[in-house]
């Protein structure tokens, strides 16, 4: 009788154990570069770059990767390229096809998404294509609330790039994004305050910038900070033509970071992107 006890607590504990683990994701941000068609990248454009991306996704299957300045023509060979992923977003200039996406992809098998996704512009009137204060491009925002397949754990991803020359586009933009995490209207921006959220992206500043400021006061951390096993190597690396810089992140709430990488590994070509991918392990 002790060893059938002994076998049904070994059994519960196994369960316990792989049900954790499955519990654990990973997410990754990634500025893959538009697809310049005046050939201005050279030898790092995106014919001679795409399938080491798809390389590095199937290499790492994140659960979701929120992708910054992707033409449709790079999203349509991903879509070709990476079966058991589903895409969404739109195109920022005009909600459909044009203009860089602020994509989520996201593994059917790991996830599946709870309510439909949006896609807001960071500007004065978010539900329109439209150019935002003192921003030198359309920028948008991606949100989805996503459900761990064959559980109740849900979360909200927030998928963004933030303007390359507008300073007050940046503090504006983080603030929206700020208020949008705060509402707990799941109808209208999927997030509320009891809601573990991932906000990620190319946000064209370092940390130490004061417009994170509004991601702070809703509870956010900086996620690269959170663990022990952590990168804190440059993101943006300009192909190697320039001196690089940490602008990419990730703030989270309401989760556990356990790894915090920054993706600068060969994939077959010196590099994917002038940026690198920044990838989070997360435990809800």
């Not at 992140?249 to 309401?254: E, I, L, N, T, W």
Request: overall charge neutral; glycine content about 8%; some cysteine.
């Amino acid at each position: 009788m002790g060893n059938i006890k002994k076998i049904f607590l070994f059994v519960v504990f196994l369960a316990f154990a792989l049900g954790m683990t499955a519990q654990e994701l990973k997410i990754v941000s990634f500025n893959i570069r538009y697809n310049s068609w005046n050939n201005i990248d050279g030898e790092n454009g995106w014919p001679y770059r795409k399938a080491a991306v798809v390389r590095m996704i199937n290499e790492e299957r994140p659960a979701a990767i929120g992708l910054q300045e992707a033409l449709i023509d790079q999203l349509r060979y991903l879509d070709s390229n990476l079966p058991g992923y589903k895409r969404i977003g739109v195109g920022r200039d005009d909600g459909k096809e044009a203009g860089e996406f602020m994509a989520i992809y996201y593994d059917t098998a790991q996830l599946e998404l709870d309510i439909d996704a949006h896609t807001f512009w960071l500007s004065e009137t978010p539900l329109v294509p439209s150019l935002g204060w003192d921003a030198a491009c359309r920028r948008t925002v991606t949100t989805a609330f996503f459900r761990v397949r064959g559980s109740n754990r849900v979360f909200c991803y927030l998928n963004t790039h933030l303007d390359h020359m507008g300073k007050e586009a940046r503090r504006l933009g983080t603030r929206m994004i700020a208020a949008l995490i705060k509402s707990d209207k799941r109808d209208w921006v999927l997030c509320g305050p009891n809601i573990p959220v991932i906000v990620g992206g190319d946000m064209n500043s370092t940390i130490e910038d004061t417009i994170f400021n509004a991601f702070y006061n809703e509870g956010l951390k900086v996620a690269r900070d959170m663990p022990q096993n952590t990168s804190h190597a440059d993101t943006y690396n300009a192909f190697g033509k320039s001196k690089g810089a940490m602008i990419d992140h990730f703030f989270v709430r309401r989760m556990k970071v356990k790894q915090f990488r920054t993706l600068d590994g060969d994939y077959g070509v010196p590099y994917i992107s002038d940026h690198y991918p920044i990838e989070l392990v997360i435990k809800l």
